[in-house]
Each structure stands twice: as C-alpha cells, then as structure tokens.
C-alpha cells in the first residue's frame, strides 16, 4: 500500500497546534524552510537572448524567487505558517542572527540563514524582494564557496532550525533546490553522515522534498546520492512510497522553458499541506471486526479567509476590533447568551429546546464508518453525486493490523469490481449519510503517461511518479430529495462523420499528457484577493486587473484548429438540413405553420381569463387532501407559489421547506 504522504498528517502528539475551523475540519500549521544551492553551477546564466519566454535568471536567482513569491502568498492565505530560506554552498557562513557560523560549539560553515523559520513579516518579504530585484544587493551574497559543501552540515542545520522554531508544529517540511545529483561522489564517510542526518531529520517528523533541476548537458539522476537522503517513507507508514517531483530542466537555448515557471509549477503542487478530515476513524467491515483509518480531502475549493476587518481612512492601515451584541426586539436591551434558547416550528407551535437538549436530538453516535452491504459498482449511477469524497488510508496508532485487511478489502473490491454500502458519521454531532465505498487503484505517471496499477500487475520499470495511491473513496448517496427528474428533451443522436470530425478537434486542444492537474490553476479571484492585501500590506501600488490563468488561449487555440472548426460547422449545417428535410421539422424561430405543408404547429397552452393564474395552480381541495396525507412536499414551487398567492400570503425568496410550512400553517389555523 502507497500512503498519500503529501496529503497531510497529523499526529496525537500534536493536538496543541491544531486548530477547528468553522467548518470542522483540522487545520495543520505547516513550516516550510527553503535549502537552496549556491554552487558555481547554479550561478551560471543562460545563453542571453531576445526571444519571448526564454531563461534569463540563473538557477539560484529562480528559487529565490519562487521562494519569494511563496512568501507573498503565505504571509495573507496562511498567516499561522512559518517559512525560512537557507542557502548553503556560500562563501559566507551565518546561523540564526548570528555574524559567525558558529552556536553553542555547533559550526556549519557555508550555510547562510537568510531569512530564520518564522512566520513572514511585511520586512521580510521586503528584503527578500529587494534580494531576488536588486543584482547589486545580492551579488555579495551570493558568492559560491570554493570548497565542497558537505550535506551533512547542511541537514543537520536544519534540523536545528526545526528543533528551535517548530517543535511541536503537525507539518515541517524542507524543500531541497540543487542541480548537484552526487555531492559527494568519492567520499563514503561524507554520504554515510548524511545518511544519519537525514534520518535525524526523519524521526524529528521532517519530510524532505527534492526539487532537482537538470543542467542542459547533465539529467539528474537521484540514484546517485538521493535516494539514500529523501526517503520515501512518512513516520506514519514506513512502508510507502512517497510521489517524487519531477526534474526542472534549465533550458540551453531560448526554446521557450523556463525554469522558473517550472519550479513554481513543481513548487505550488506542494506548497500547502492537505487538510486531514479526521484520523483514526473506526471502520467496522464486520461485527467485532474493527480496523482504524484516517481520512484526506484531496481537491478541496480554497476560499478567502477573512480573519479581521482593516481601516483604512486613518494614516496608515489598521486592524479594525469589533463587538456584537444581541438585543431584544421590542425593548432593545441587551440580551445575554444564556437567555437564549433555539426554537423550531412545529405544527403551527414554537418548540425551543436548551442546549443539553440540542446535543442529544443531534447525537447519532459515535464516529464510525460501518459496512452495511455490497453492491456492484456498476450499480451506481454516475449523477449519485451530492458531496466530495474523501480518501481514506489505513492507521496502524489505534489498531495493529489496519494496514494488511485495509489492504485486502481494497484489492478484493477492486478485483470483484464491487463497492461497499454504509453508515457513515466523519466526526462527533456530524450528520450520518449512507455512502458507497468505492475501491482506486494507483495511478502512476511514465514518460509523461499516466498508467493504472490494478492488482497482481507488474510495477513499470524506470523512473516513475505516483500521482495516486490505492486506497478507498467515501462516497455520500443522495438521498430521495436530492435526486430532480431530468427535463423531457426530444434527443437527436449525431452521425458517425460529425463524431469523428470533432474528434479530430479534441485531439488537437487536449492538455500535455491529456491530464488537468487542478494544482497547478490558481483560482484567479482568490488570487486577486490576495494581491490586494498583499500590495496593502508591502504598501506597494493596487494592481491594475487580476491574472488568470484559467482564461483560454484562443489565439492558440485558433491556430491549431481554427479550419477544423470552421469545417466542422460547415458540415453539421449540412447535417442539420439533412435531418430537418428527412423529419419535416422546422427550424426555431420560423413562421411557417402546419397550414403550408411541413410540420406540425405546436400546441399552445390555453389562456385563462385571470392572467394571474399560471396553468400550474391547483385548486384548494388538492392541497387539503395532500395536507391531511402530510404530503405537500410533493407540490412544485410554481404550484405552491400560486396556491399561496391566491390566499395573499408572501412567498417572494422562500424556499420548497419554507413553502410547505407556510401552505401547513394555513390549513392549522382552519
């Protein structure tokens, strides 16, 4: 079994810095410190060139920049994480404030702090700017050593950076920038004491994540030295594998890669650490079979966080503090929170209930994913879709042995093609729902290829890239209220050679790989939101109108299938005349009717003499007997709409519930 070791964990070790959001999941603090090469290669600046879009900054000078740019983002969407930049391979050497390489009889020579683990303040992504903008301000700094770097040193820094800043934070994570495969290619004592350094940095909670950048005359090759640093392992599962990040290529020539964006792409796919939903959820498969298993919630919208309001029409910005306070509608004085009590509406009668009451109505339980049955997969229809799934992965911290029946149920569903049914409640006073547990397979990528690993198949040889690991999805059912009748729509079915034009069109506009990886999209109105307080914050200029990279590009898109289209257009208005002569239909919009010989005139509903009454109204001895049958629910919206507006009773911007309660408190009062 592959556990998602980049989908976040959380540990009970470390409940003092997590926190619940409103929505109840657990949000993981994370700190992230950037290790970046200084050696004579990584200082070195492509061929110089005018074409558009070829490299111009060295490779040190772009992970500076991701890192800054890292910064910018995470100092207003993650205020709570902390970030620190460190440079090793330098001419010169500092730790933590401190002039000399040296703390507490510890050296690491050329390792340069440049910016401690902490969280981002508005000077440090100043200085950092005027680093990464200003080659005159950086190039003392950025002078590569003469003398080999060891990695031990190296990692040992910053384990010592983790020891002291983050302690006890649930994500540490150091991300690794260098072109350098074999560091220490003759010297077995030097890779041996990276070795133990690395894992000191293992068991200390670090995850370690490369991200090489291949020189144009030179692949990176992470057998070499790197495979025996960054393990593939997380303290959770230390049997599995970790997804590795592909290579940055550095381009030669200006044939239009560019490093930066390259790193940025590989760099934001990880950034953030995925929220974990919950952990150790019991898992009964079976009466008095119970195994633990944690949940993730892989693709997740990120909305804004608002966490306080600013003023701005004093001197400078300032955080506004305000005060709410409840007042009694008729007197206007100030109610206290334990005079209020929450009431509901039943048969035309309020019920309040107090809050011991409120617990019991809402407990359904404790937390528990049961097996009530099996189905066939191919019993779910592909509308059954109501919520977003969660990844679930087995847990070896409450129950030994999790991991191999976890395993066995996942591979015997997906051999058998079949799906579980059960009761679900994620967490305490959750609302339980019946959910399909539905088994994935793994997904790797090779040569740019995803391939699915099924059970009993032989793993591709070579360098591969987890994009998924097995496991199972939790899948909520829509229950009978969710689920809406499709409209009633005469289908046409297309012929074969208008299918084969446009997919001819599809083949030419599909994505690299065919693959849409959502991490590497920002979402355009997040970002504009967070360019606005950014630019508030660093006092800078307001932008002028926001990125968005999820805007097509059309002049590309023209060009590569520009007269495909046009012909395929050409060819369905053929199609199309074809159809209409061959049916007798008409064309929408035309005046012709059943009088002139072709088609058939529609019929039109009849007008009633009050214009007000739409032709969906039904009569008061309608709604009685669905009233004493306490199925009025059954009515559409348009009807009770109009039912109520016949009796003078408001219905604007109220919903079915609403309705139904309204047109139920009418026939109380009867």
């Known amino acids: 079994m592959a556990e998602p070791s980049n989908y976040g964990r959380v540990g009970e070790d470390e409940e003092e810095d997590e926190e619940i959001d409103e929505t109840g999941y657990k949000t993981i603090k994370d700190a992230v410190l950037f290790a970046i090469d200084v050696s004579s290669s990584m200082l070195i600046k492509p061929p110089a060139t005018d074409a558009k879009g070829a490299d111009k900054d060295t490779p040190t000078a772009a992970a500076l920049k991701c890192a800054y740019l890292l910064m910018q983002q995470r100092i207003i ?57 200003d080659e005159d301000d950086s190039a003392p700094l950025l002078v590569a050593s003469g003398e080999q770097v060891s990695m031990a040193n190296v990692l040992f820094c910053a384990n010592q950076v983790f020891a002291t800043k983050a302690p006890n934070f649930s994500s540490r994570r150091l991300f690794l920038v260098t072109d350098n495969d074999n560091p220490h290619a003759n010297d077995k004592a030097a890779r041996s004491a990276a070795a133990v350094r690395a894992k000191d940095l293992y068991d200390l909670g670090v995850i370690i994540e490369l991200f090489p950048i291949s020189r144009p005359d030179h692949g990176f090759n992470r057998a070499a030295f790197y495979d025996d640093i960054i393990y593939s392992t997380t303290p959770a599962d230390p049997d599995a594998p970790a997804p590795i990040t592909k290579a940055s290529g550095a381009s030669a020539s200006a044939d239009g890669l560019t490093l930066l964006q390259s790193l940025l792409s590989n760099i934001n796919s990880k950034s953030a650490p995925r929220r974990a939903l919950f952990s150790n959820l019991a898992f009964e498969i079976a009466p008095g079979l119970k195994i633990s298993v944690k949940g993730f919630i892989i693709i997740k919208r990120q909305e804004p966080v608002r966490t306080s309001y600013v003023y701005l029409n004093g ?12 007042l009694a509608e008729d007197t206007a ?27 019991a109505i809402r407990n359904f339980g404790e937390p528990v994913l049961r097996v009530i049955g099996f189905k066939p997969i191919s019993m779910l229809p592909s509308w059954a879709s109501v919520n977003k799934c969660t990844f679930i992965y087995p847990s070896e911290e409450e129950i030994i042995g999790s991991t191999r029946i976890f395993s066995a149920l996942q591979q015997k569903l997906l051999k058998d093609q079949k799906m579980g049914v059960a009761w679900y409640i994620p967490r305490r006073n959750a609302t339980p729902v019946l959910a399909a547990i539905l088994p994935g397979a793994e997904h790797v990528e090779v040569d740019g290829k995803q391939i699915t690993i099924l059970p009993g198949d032989d793993r591709p040889t070579g360098d591969s890239t987890q994009v998924m690991p097995p496991g199972l999805w939790i899948h909520p059912l829509p229950c009978a209220d969710d689920v809406r009748s499709p409209p009633d729509t005469t289908v046409v079915r297309s012929p074969d050679s208008l299918v084969d034009s446009m997919r001819t069109i599809i083949s030419q506009i599909q994505l690299p790989g065919g693959i849409y990886n959502p991490k590497k999209y920002p979402n355009p109105s997040l970002q504009w939101f967070y360019r606005i307080l950014q630019a508030l914050a660093l006092e800078e200029d307001l932008p002028e109108k926001p990125e968005d990279k999820t805007i097509p590009r059309y002049k590309q898109i023209h060009k590569r299938v520009g007269p495909y289209v046009e012909e395929w257009g050409n060819q369905l208005e053929l199609e199309f005349a074809a159809w209409e002569k061959a049916n007798h239909a008409k064309r929408p919009g035309s005046k012709r009717d059943a009088a002139h010989g072709e088609g058939h005139a529609l019929a039109k509903r009849p007008k009633t003499a009050n214009s007000a009454i739409s032709s969906d109204e039904v009569n008061d001895g309608q709604v009685r007997a669905l009233y004493e049958k306490n199925t009025v629910g059954k009515l559409t919206i348009t009807e009770l709409k109009s039912w109520l507006n016949t009796k003078n009773i408001k219905t604007y911007n109220l919903k079915k519930p609403e309705l139904v309660n309204l047109v139920s408190e009418y026939f109380d009062r009867k």
Do not use: W
């Open 77 to 133: 969407s993650n205020p709570h994480d902390m970030m620190g930049v460190l440079l090793f391979g330098t001419e010169k050497s500092r730790f933590q404030g401190e002039d000399e390489h040296s703390r507490g009889g510890l050296t690491y020579p050329h390792c340069y702090l440049l910016t401690d683990l902490d969280v981002p303040a508005a000077a440090d992504v100043k200085r950092l700017r005027s680093l990464v903008e």
């Open 315 to 326: 001197e400078k910005a300032q955080i506004a503090v305000g005060s709410s306070s409840l």
């Open 333 to 359: 004085r100030t109610v206290e929170k334990v005079e209020v009590r929450k009431a509901f509406k039943f048969g035309g009668e309020t019920i309040s209930f107090s809050k011991e009451e409120m617990s």
